[in-house]
C-alpha cells in the first residue's frame, strides 16, 4: 500500500506522539534505514518521524511497518490510531481522551494472554515465622527483591529514633512463596509439601532494602495533602535471585520481575485495573475493575477492585500489564462510598514509590534498565517467522552484556575477533539482548577516524536523544589538553547526562533511561587499510570509559556502558578486565550453540523441543567444509530449516 501525504503527516505525527527515540531508532533498523540515525537535523523527533515515515512509504514497506509496530504493544489505543490512519482517516489528537474512554474498558485479549502470566509469575504470598501465617502479598521488582506494604511486614521491623528502620527478624524467618495457585494452603515456616509444590524463598541475611510507613489513617480522605513519603511500602532482598531463574524445573521461561515506571496516567478515569493477590490467604487470584479516581492527597488513587485481607501488598497492573500502584487498603470513609455503592478500594502511586526508591537504592535503576528477559535469550534477531536471523553462539555475550549493564564497577566490554567470526554481529546481539527501551549508540569506523573528541561528543549526545542546553567548552588558554580531555569534556557530559525530565532529584535517571550503552567499532573492511584513529580520540574514550594512570583524577560516568569491537586488543582503548573480554578467535562451541538455536526456535514454532540431537549434528558436519565461515554457514543452515519447519506447520510450501 501507499499512502497520501496527509497519511504521512498523520502517520509521523502519531509515532512522533507516542514513541520514544529509541522505539524510532528501532523500527529504523527494523526497515533497513538505520543510516536516519546519524544524519543531521534528525535531532527533532516529529522531524526524525517524517523522514522515516517518508522512507518507509517510498520502499513500499509500509504494511511490514505496521506489522512492526502493532507487535511492539505500544499501547491498547496506539492500534486503535494507527488502524484509523492507514484507512485513511484523519488523525484527531483532540479525540484522544474520547478514544481512551472508548476502549479502555475493553481488555486487549493478545495484551491480556502475555501479561496474566508475566505478572502471574512475579506475585508471591508472604509468611512470616513470628506470626506462623500468611500475613499479604508481594511482587518481584528486580531479581532478589520483592516490594509489598509495611504493615504487612510491621511486626519485623523496628524504627529508630533516628527515623531509619531495622530488621527485627532474621531472614530465614521470612518465606515468599511463588506459584501458590492451587490448595493446600503453605504452612509457615514451610513443610515439605511448600517446597515442592511451590517456590519457596527465605529472606536474605539483611532483607531490608527501603521502607516508608503508613498514613494515618489510611482508606479515608484524612490522608494528609501533603506528602511526607508516607507510601506502606517496604522492599525485601531475597537469599536468591528468583527473577533470574526459570520457572519450570526443566528450564525455558525466566521468572522475571515488573518494571516500575516513573510516571502514570492518573487523569483518564475508567481505565482497567487488574489486581494479583492472595487475599484471606488463599491461593493467587486476580480481579479487574475501573479506576475511579484520585485521592486528595495526590499520592493514591482509588478503584473498584474487589480484594480483602492479605491482598496488601498486591501488584495494581493496567491493561499493558504496567504497574499501576501498589494496593493497600479497602477505602472506608463514607463520601468515597458514594463513588460506588460497591465500595472501592485503595493503591499507592507507584511512581511516587519508584522515584523515592530509585533515590534511596541508586543500582535499581540500572537493574530496572536491563529488563527482566522473560522468555530467556532470542534464538533469532528478528521477531519475524517469514524472515529468521538464527543467533549461533554468543550466549556468554549476553551473560556478559547483562552482567556489565547492571555491575557498579565493570563498565565496558571488549569483542576481537578476525573477520568472519562475527565481531560486528556483536552489536546486534547487543541491542536484541537489551531490547528497544535501552538506547545505544554505535559509531562505525568511519566516524571514528575523523571525529574530534568535541564532535564525538556531539555526536553521542544526539544519538542517544539527549538535547545539550550548552556547547561543549572549549580548551582554556591557560590549561593543557591533557587535563581538558580528562576532566573538562567528561564533566560537561555527565552534566548533559543527568539531565531529566522524570521530575527526579538531579543526578538520578529513570529507569527507563540508565544505562545507555555507546558501540566503538573500529573492523574496517580488508580493502580499507588500516585503522588509525581521529587526533586524540582514542584516549579520550579511554577515559570516558574509566581507564586512568595511577594518581590521576577523573570523572565518574556511572550512566554509560562500553562495547569496543576491534579485530586485535591493541587498537582499543581498553584492552580487557576481568571477565569483560570475548576473543571469538578461539570460539569452540558453534555446534552445541546451533543445536541451542534450534532448540529454541522449534519451541517457538511447534511448541515442542527437538528431539533427534543426531540429526541436528549431522547439519553441523555437512556444512564445516563449505566457503563461509563455520557461524555463517551454521546460521543458514539453521534459517533454512526454520523456514522448513514454518511451511510444513502452516500446511504451505516450505
Not at 112 to 133: D, K, W
Not at 347 to 359: K, P, Q, S
Not at 516 to 523: E, G, L, P, R
Request: overall charge negative; glycine content about 8%.
Amino acid at each position: 500500500m501507499s499512502l497520501t501525504d496527509q497519511q504521512r503527516t498523520d502517520l509521523a505525527t502519531l509515532l512522533a506522539a507516542q514513541l520514544k527515540r529509541a522505539n524510532l531508532e528501532s523500527l529504523s533498523i527494523a526497515m533497513g534505514f538505520s543510516e536516519l540515525r546519524a544524519e543531521a537535523g534528525l535531532a527533532d523527533l516529529a522531524v526524525f518521524a517524517r523522514r522515516l515515515v517518508d522512507a518507509i512509504d517510498d520502499a513500499r514497506l509500509i504494511s511490514r511497518a505496521a506489522t512492526w509496530l502493532t507487535q511492539g504493544k505500544i499501547n491498547p489505543w496506539f492500534d486503535v490510531q494507527l488502524s484509523s490512519v492507514l484507512a485513511g482517516k484523519t488523525l484527531d489528537t483532540k479525540a484522544k481522551q474520547a478514544l481512551l474512554n472508548k476502549y479502555e474498558p475493553f481488555l486487549n485479549v493478545r495484551t491480556t494472554e502475555e501479561l496474566l502470566p508475566r505478572v502471574r509469575r512475579t506475585v508471591c504470598a508472604i509468611g512470616v515465622v513470628p506470626r506462623g501465617e500468611i500475613t499479604g502479598s508481594g511482587f518481584l521488582i528486580a531479581p532478589d527483591l520483592v516490594m509489598t506494604n509495611y504493615h504487612v511486614m510491621e511486626t519485623c521491623i523496628t524504627k529508630q529514633p533516628d527515623g531509619t528502620f531495622v530488621e527485627k527478624v532474621p531472614g530465614d524467618e521470612l518465606f515468599c512463596f511463588f506459584d501458590y495457585l492451587g490448595a493446600p494452603m503453605p504452612d509457615v515456616p514451610p513443610s515439605p509439601w511448600a517446597k515442592e509444590m511451590t517456590v519457596c524463598v527465605e529472606g536474605a541475611s539483611k532483607w531490608l532494602v527501603y521502607a516508608r510507613e503508613p498514613a494515618n489513617p489510611e482508606g479515608t480522605l484524612a490522608v494528609p495533602v501533603d506528602d511526607q513519603r508516607e507510601y506502606d511500602c517496604v522492599v525485601i532482598r531475597l537469599a536468591k535471585p528468583v527473577g533470574k531463574l526459570a520457572v519450570k524445573h526443566g528450564g525455558g521461561i525466566r521468572r522475571g520481575w515488573l518494571r516500575l515506571p516513573t510516571k502514570v496516567d492518573v487523569l483518564t478515569l475508567k481505565r482497567r485495573v487488574l489486581v494479583f493477590q492472595h487475599p484471606e490467604q488463599s491461593p493467587q487470584l486476580l480481579d479487574v475493575g475501573d479506576y475511579r479516581q484520585l485521592h486528595p492527597s495526590q499520592t493514591r488513587v482509588w478503584y473498584s477492585v474487589n480484594t480483602a485481607h492479605g491482598s496488601s501488598g498486591g501488584a495494581a497492573v493496567d491493561s499493558d500489564g504496567e504497574l499501576f500502584a501498589l494496593h493497600n487498603a479497602s477505602v472506608e470513609d463514607a463520601g468515597a462510598q458514594a463513588v460506588d455503592e460497591d465500595g472501592v478500594n485503595q493503591g499507592i502511586r507507584i511512581d511516587l514509590i519508584c522515584r523515592d526508591l530509585v533515590a534511596s537504592v541508586p543500582e535499581l535503576a540500572l537493574i530496572q534498565a536491563a529488563g527482566a528477559d522473560d522468555d530467556g535469550y532470542a534464538w533469532s534477531l528478528s521477531d519475524e517467522l517469514d524472515d529468521p536471523q538464527p543467533i549461533i553462539g554468543r550466549t556468554r555475550f549476553r551473560d556478559l552484556v547483562i552482567e556489565v549493564t547492571t555491575s557498579k564497577t565493570d563498565r565496558a566490554l571488549v569483542v576481537t575477533g578476525p573477520p568472519g567470526s562475527g565481531v560486528r554481529f556483536s552489536a546486534k546481539v547487543l541491542r536484541r539482548t537489551l531490547g528497544p527501551q535501552v538506547p545505544v549508540a554505535e559509531f562505525n569506523a568511519s566516524e571514528l577516524q575523523t571525529k574530534k573528541p568535541t564532535e564525538f561528543l556531539q555526536s553521542l549526545l544526539f544519538k542517544l536523544g539527549v538535547v545539550a542546553r550548552d556547547l561543549v567548552p572549549p580548551p582554556r588558554e591557560t590549561e593543557n589538553l591533557a587535563r581538558w580531555l580528562r576532566l573538562d569534556l567528561p564533566s560537561w557530559l555527565l552534566g548533559r547526562l543527568q539531565q531529566s525530565d522524570d521530575g527526579l532529584p538531579d543526578g538520578v535517571q529513570a529507569p527507563a533511561r540508565t544505562p545507555v550503552w555507546v558501540v566503538i567499532n573500529t573492523v574496517v573492511s580488508a580493502s580499507a587499510g588500516t585503522f588509525l584513529w581521529a587526533d586524540n580520540l582514542k584516549d579520550f574514550l579511554a577515559v570516558l570509559a574509566g581507564v586512568k594512570d595511577a594518581g590521576q583524577s577523573s570523572v565518574d560516568l556511572p550512566q554509560l556502558r562500553w562495547l569496543f569491537l576491534g579485530t586485535t586488543a591493541d587498537i582499543l582503548p581498553v584492552r580487557s578486565g576481568k571477565l569483560q573480554d570475548e576473543d571469538l578467535g578461539n570460539y569452540l562451541r558453534y555446534e552445541e550453540d546451533f543445536v541451542e538455536c534450534l532448540q529454541r526456535a522449534w519451541l517457538t514454532i511447534v511448541k515442542r523441543p527437538i528431539l533427534d540431537r543426531a540429526v541436528m549434528l549431522e547439519v553441523v558436519n555437512l556444512v564445516k567444509d563449505r566457503p563461509l565461515p563455520l557461524r555463517k554457514e551454521l546460521a543458514n543452515a539453521a534459517r533454512r530449516v526454520v523456514l522448513r519447519a514454518i511451511g510444513e506447520r502452516d500446511g504451505g510450501q516450505p
